[in-house]
């Protein structure tokens, strides 16, 4: 029996953007997803088509238990973690041999197929190797990483990635002369952000600034407005929409005292809120009792 865990992800900057190739950074948080994969000669079917995809990709059976402290559905990689986790725990149980860069690899693999071509490489690099990350077009580099108190807020609006994405698409296509700046002005944020990780009202101010452009892109939602102007109100440095936006998560950042201040803004808009940091770990193997 192998059990193993990958950690979730925030986008911190220069979502959306990033699909245009300019900079992003994506970030590795603290709830985890706990993949618990057992040999087995009568195996049950998994339920969730990216465990299902992880055992073709090994080809083995086996059964699998899965205990997740991230939410899911809210922008947050919960698909990446649980594809990540459930490959690492296949890999040690069965002694497969896969390296990180091979697990990575192949649970973007299986999360572009169960996702019909809509996946990109960042959430199942974080899952994988967890940290801070820079992502310019198809390269990533690890930024050393930084503790910072965050407070995920999520607003319980479903959204669709893809349905985002080709959103801000057509939106270009119509407006290239007003949406082409707005996605530079981002990649400019992101850049400008890189140099304020010891100043976080600097780096609050830039989160606010990126938020605001992706409003501009239409990917805001009435819930997610709501969120951000309260975490603000309640004493936040800076907050933004996380990730695709039109429902999912936004993520402030917070002094340490303000943390729950600002949780409790969140959960009084009807929200789920997580108080969370950075995870630098990665997939992780876990005892077993
Ligand atoms: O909603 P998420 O966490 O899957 O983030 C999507 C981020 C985009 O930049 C909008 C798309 C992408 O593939 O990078």
Same mark, same amino acid.
């Given at each position: 029996?192998?059990?193993?865990?990958?950690?979730?992800?925030?986008?911190?900057?220069? *979502?959306?953007?990033?699909?245009?190739?300019?900079?992003?950074?994506?970030?590795? !948080?603290?709830?985890?997803?706990?993949?618990?994969?057992?040999?087995?000669?009568?195996?049950?079917?998994?339920?969730?088509?990216? !465990?299902?995809? +992880?055992?073709?990709?090994?080809?083995?059976?086996?059964?699998?238990?899965?205990?997740?402290?991230?939410?899911?559905?809210?922008?947050?990689? $919960?698909?990446?973690?649980?594809?990540?986790?459930?490959?690492? %725990?296949?890999?040690? *149980?069965?002694?497969?041999?896969?390296?990180?860069?091979? @697990?990575?690899? %192949?649970?973007?693999?299986?999360?572009?197929? #169960?996702?019909?071509?809509?996946? $990109?490489?960042?959430?199942?690099?974080?899952?994988?190797?967890?940290?801070?990350?820079?992502?310019?077009?198809?390269?990533?580099?690890?930024?050393?990483?930084?503790?910072?108190?965050?407070?995920?807020? +999520?607003?319980?609006?479903?959204?669709?990635?893809?349905?985002?994405?080709?959103?801000?698409?057509?939106?270009?296509?119509?407006?290239?002369?007003? #949406?082409?700046?707005?996605?530079?002005?981002?990649?400019? &944020?992101?850049? $400008?952000?890189?140099?304020?990780?010891?100043?976080?009202?600097?780096? =609050?101010?830039?989160?606010? !600034?990126?938020?605001?452009?992706?409003?501009?892109?239409?990917?805001?939602?009435?819930?997610?407005?709501?969120? &951000?102007?309260?975490?603000?109100?309640?004493?936040?440095?800076?907050?933004?929409?996380?990730?695709? =936006?039109?429902?999912?998560?936004?993520?402030?950042?917070?002094?340490?005292?303000?943390?729950?201040?600002?949780?409790?803004?969140?959960?009084? +808009?009807?929200?789920?809120? &997580?108080?969370?940091? @950075?995870?630098?770990?990665?997939?992780?193997? *876990?005892?077993?009792?």
């Amino acid at each position: 029996m192998a059990t193993w865990s990958a950690p979730g992800k925030v986008f911190l900057f220069g *979502e959306h953007a990033v699909v245009y190739g300019k900079p992003g950074v994506a970030m590795a !948080i603290k709830p985890r997803i706990y993949v618990t994969v057992r040999k087995s000669r009568n195996p049950t079917r998994a339920k969730s088509p990216y !465990i299902e995809g +992880c055992f073709r990709e090994m080809g083995v059976r086996g059964s699998v238990y899965v205990r997740s402290m991230l939410p899911s559905s809210s922008g947050l990689g $919960s698909s990446a973690a649980v594809t990540v986790a459930t490959l690492s %725990a296949i890999n040690d *149980e069965f002694r497969i041999g896969y390296s990180r860069d091979e @697990i990575a690899s %192949a649970a973007y693999g299986i999360e572009k197929k #169960v996702q019909k071509g809509k996946a $990109s490489t960042t959430d199942t690099y974080v899952a994988t190797f967890g940290g801070m990350v820079l992502i310019t077009g198809d390269s990533k580099r690890r930024l050393p990483p930084v503790n910072m108190h965050l407070v995920v807020g +999520c607003s319980q609006v479903s959204h669709s990635t893809a349905k985002m994405v080709g959103q801000v698409g057509d939106m270009r296509n119509k407006h290239p002369g007003i #949406v082409n700046p707005i996605l530079d002005a981002i990649g400019e &944020v992101t850049m $400008s952000a890189l140099h304020t990780f010891a100043k976080p009202k600097e780096f =609050g101010c830039y989160m606010d !600034i990126n938020h605001a452009l992706l409003e501009a892109l239409g990917v805001g939602h009435p819930a997610l407005t709501r969120l &951000v102007l309260a975490a603000r109100a309640a004493g936040a440095y800076g907050a933004k929409i996380t990730g695709a =936006g039109g429902g999912g998560s936004i993520i402030a950042l917070c002094p340490k005292r303000a943390k729950s201040r600002v949780a409790g803004a969140i959960e009084s +808009c009807d929200a789920r809120a &997580v108080l969370t940091t @950075i995870d630098t770990d990665g997939a992780r193997k *876990e005892r077993t009792a």
